[in-house]
């Protein structure tokens, strides 16, 4: 490159960098670097915060921070944005995460039971540190609030038991702006045992193999979900459209199928427990 080349490649370069910080100074964009906190200002706020003290975290920019192995002692975090922070390990238990965006963090080991993340984000999260899930990296949502969430990404082996779910959305859609190379919200082997999952939103969701004994599925969006090898014994599917779901080798035993829709379900000769099953005569095929 000649010498007049190089020059006007650093000018072109700082009058990018200038826009870029002209823009954050309008509020027009929030870089990385303009996080409200470093890392070490949250992990000194956090060691210093008595135990389950609830410290004061909420409306914050933590973008891409490493909060890696964290306790977060209960903490307030109501509608932070944690864009593509780095939370692996971390005690997120029992904190008010409700508003909160969690897209593109990384979760491997994490911690949220009982968590609060109602009308929260959690697009595309990491949740495993290879292409093949290890069961001890899987996240926990244990009797998290996650109501009305919007949320897509892995969770093979997650623990959503006692989770409320209600409204919340994982079906591959073009409003949520985040699908590109994965199409479906994948909960493989996941436990969703005794789980709200009232009007949930999963469509062609991944739950083969899934537990979701006793499970709330009353008006849930089953369209196209894999549903084989799921145990929903007990669980109530009232009204639950399961159009073109896979049921193959699905357990259904005392599970409540009043309104069901099952209009072009796949493997339904192979269903078990079908005549154990609550008001299979109320199914609509």
């Known amino acids: 490159?000649?010498?007049?080349?190089?020059r006007a490649a650093v000018v072109t370069k700082v009058a990018v960098s200038l826009a870029i910080w002209a823009a954050v100074a309008a509020g027009l964009m929030s870089p990385a670097l303009a996080a409200d906190?470093?890392?070490?200002?949250v992990a000194i706020m956090?060691?210093?915060?008595?135990?389950?003290?609830?410290?004061?975290?909420?409306?914050?920019?933590?973008t891409r921070l490493d909060l890696a192995?964290?306790?977060?002692?209960k903490a307030d975090l109501k509608r932070s944005n944690f864009f593509g922070a780095d939370l692996s390990g971390a005690n997120l238990s029992d904190t008010d995460l409700s508003g909160a965006k969690l897209d593109r963090v990384t979760l491997i080991g994490a911690r949220l039971e009982h968590a609060i993340l109602d009308d929260g984000s959690l697009m595309r999260p990491s949740t495993f540190s290879g292409l093949t899930p290890l069961p001890h990296e899987a996240p926990s949502f244990r009797g998290a609030s996650l109501k009305r969430?919007?949320?897509?990404?892995?969770?093979?082996?997650?623990?959503?038991?006692?989770?409320?779910?209600?409204?919340?959305?994982?079906?591959?859609?073009?409003k949520s702006g985040f699908i590109e190379h994965i199409w479906r919200t994948i909960f493989l082997g996941a436990n969703l045992t005794d789980t709200n999952l009232t009007r949930a939103d999963m469509t062609r969701s991944q739950l083969s193999f899934a537990v979701l004994k006793g499970a709330i599925l009353h008006g849930t969006n089953l369209q196209g979900a894999d549903l084989s090898g799921a145990d929903l014994s007990g669980a109530d599917?009232?009204?639950?459209?399961?159009?073109?779901?896979?049921?193959?080798?699905?357990?259904?035993?005392?599970?409540?199928?009043?309104g069901a829709?099952?209009?072009?379900?796949?493997?339904?000769?192979?269903?078990?427990?079908?005549?154990?099953?609550?008001?299979?005569?109320?199914?609509?095929r």
């Open 1 to 6: 490159m000649s010498g007049r080349g190089k």
């Open 37 to 41: 906190l470093s890392a070490r200002d």
């Open 46 to 62: 956090l060691f210093h915060a008595a135990p389950a003290s609830h410290p004061s975290l909420d409306n914050r920019n933590l």
């Open 69 to 73: 192995g964290l306790d977060f002692k």
């Open 149 to 174: 969430v919007h949320f897509f990404g892995d969770f093979t082996g997650s623990d959503f038991s006692d989770a409320d779910l209600t409204d919340s959305v994982c079906a591959p859609t073009s």
């Open 237 to 258: 599917l009232t009204d639950a459209d399961l159009t073109g779901a896979d049921l193959t080798d699905a357990n259904i035993a005392g599970a409540d199928l009043s």
């Open 261 to 284: 829709r099952l209009h072009g379900a796949n493997g339904l000769e192979t269903l078990k427990g079908l005549s154990l099953a609550r008001n299979s005569e109320k199914i609509v």
